[in-house]
């Protein structure tokens, strides 16, 4: 099929999962093209079934806000057009389902029928689909879209209970290439980073108040008081400076790399020995999987759809959100011994292996089969 994907080029989940897909659909031999705002960062290389369009949207200063969708929704126009797409599949509803709806009006009026897959992430739901502001739109394109995916039952159960929706909902979980993580070639630099008696602790997150990197501080602290260890900090976000501070406040700077943004996740996940994923709101966790996938145990709450992915007492442990005492209890009975710690290193790695991708990306080509039928 030729598939038109719609997405955020950022280092977000949602923006991860859709290149990831399109990665693997190329590789099945569809014909895909990334419509957004810039390339997106998991896409290294264009291939030969791999096209990249941007949309750009020229400043006005009549405009006070840029209007996105617009320039989105003519160039969706103009794409399927030009190289005969098949299928819309558009990531994160806003505003990505309502300009994917506009689109297939505009085409509809030449004749042209369409369908487009919704896939719903999380937070488009959960924190700012929700919104009073966004919900008619949202909801509005939801129940407009040929099939709807979202990425956890949980989710499912959220946006049924927060949205009037009248459209079954499909769930089709995240994934990952399993033979990318755990990977024997990763160049594995753990000495850049601890000592041979540290343990090594790992957050990944856009460090946005949903995530509650403060809990993995205070849980880090509690850890490293018991054993030797180290905290990574991966990504940017706008909690990032206060989560300095508090590190500082703790006297525990020295112990904490705060290493910014990086596309190369597999290679820091490969020297971890946990990972913290406290989160007040999870629709799946992406992260956690990509840990759990390199044999990194996870710690996190039990929110959303993270008991769907971390499997307590298997591939780590789940708590109450806020519970940072049982967290780090549960952190230092993984990490106590080399015995115990390869155990769990074990367990979640197999509990990784149904989210990979051969598993997963056939199901998004049922979807696109059912939308297909629909039009
Ligand atoms: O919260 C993030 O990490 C970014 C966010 C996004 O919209 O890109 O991630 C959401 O989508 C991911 C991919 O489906 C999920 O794995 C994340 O759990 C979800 N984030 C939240 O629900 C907070």
């Known amino acids: 099929m030729k598939i038109a994907i719609v997405c ?3 280092f977000g989940g949602s923006g991860v999962v859709a290149t990831e897909l399109g990665i693997a659909l190329a590789e099945r031999g569809h014909e895909i093209h990334f419509i957004t705002y810039k390339q997106p960062v998991r896409l290294e290389l264009l291939s030969r079934n791999i096209h990249f369009h941007e949309v750009s949207v020229p400043d006005y200063a009549l405009f006070h806000y840029q209007p996105y969708e617009l320039a989105l929704s003519s160039k969706l126009v103009d794409m399927v057009k030009l190289h005969k797409i098949d299928l819309m599949h558009v990531h994160y509803a806003i505003p990505h389902a309502y300009a994917g709806y506009m689109a297939k009006k505009m085409l509809a009026e030449e004749n042209i029928f369409i369908p487009m897959v919704t896939t719903l992430h999380g937070t ?3 924190l700012v689909g929700n919104h009073p502001f966004y919900k008619p739109a949202v909801t509005f394109s939801i129940n407009n879209s040929d099939v709807v995916t979202s990425v956890s039952a949980s989710l499912k159960e959220d946006t049924l209970r927060l949205f009037d929706i009248r459209k079954d909902i499909h769930v089709v979980p995240n994934f990952i290439d399993i033979e990318k993580y755990n990977n024997p070639y990763t160049d594995c ?3 850049l980073m601890a000592t041979k008696d540290e343990r090594i602790i790992t957050h990944i997150s856009n ?3 949903v995530k509650r990197v403060p809990d993995v501080i205070e849980i880090f602290d509690r850890i490293q008081k018991e054993i030797p260890s180290k905290l990574l900090i991966v990504g940017e ?10 590190c500082a406040s703790k006297g525990i700077q020295n112990k904490v790399l705060f290493l910014g943004n990086s596309s190369e996740v597999d290679k820091i996940l490969c020297f971890s020995d946990l990972f913290l994923l406290p989160s007040e709101k999870e629709s799946f966790g992406l992260a956690a999987l990509e840990a759990m996938a390199s044999s990194v145990p996870v ?5 959303g759809g993270l008991p769907e992915v971390n499997q307590h007492g298997v591939s780590g442990f789940l708590s109450e959100v806020g519970n940072v005492d049982e967290m780090a209890q ?3 009975l993984i990490l106590k011994d080399d015995t115990s710690l390869s155990t769990f290193k074990r367990q979640a790695r197999e509990a990784a292996i149904k989210f990979d991708t051969k598993n997963i990306v056939p199901l998004y080509e049922a979807v696109y089969e059912k939308a297909s039928n629909k039009v």
């Open 299 to 303: 710690i996190s709450s039990n929110t």
């Open 8 to 10: 955020y080029p950022t």
């Open 207 to 209: 460090i946005r108040a």
């Open 330 to 332: 549960n952190a230092l």
């Open 189 to 191: 630099q753990r000495d």
């Open 237 to 246: 976000g706008p909690e990032k400076e206060a989560c300095e501070r508090l």
């Open 124 to 126: 488009d739901i959960t």
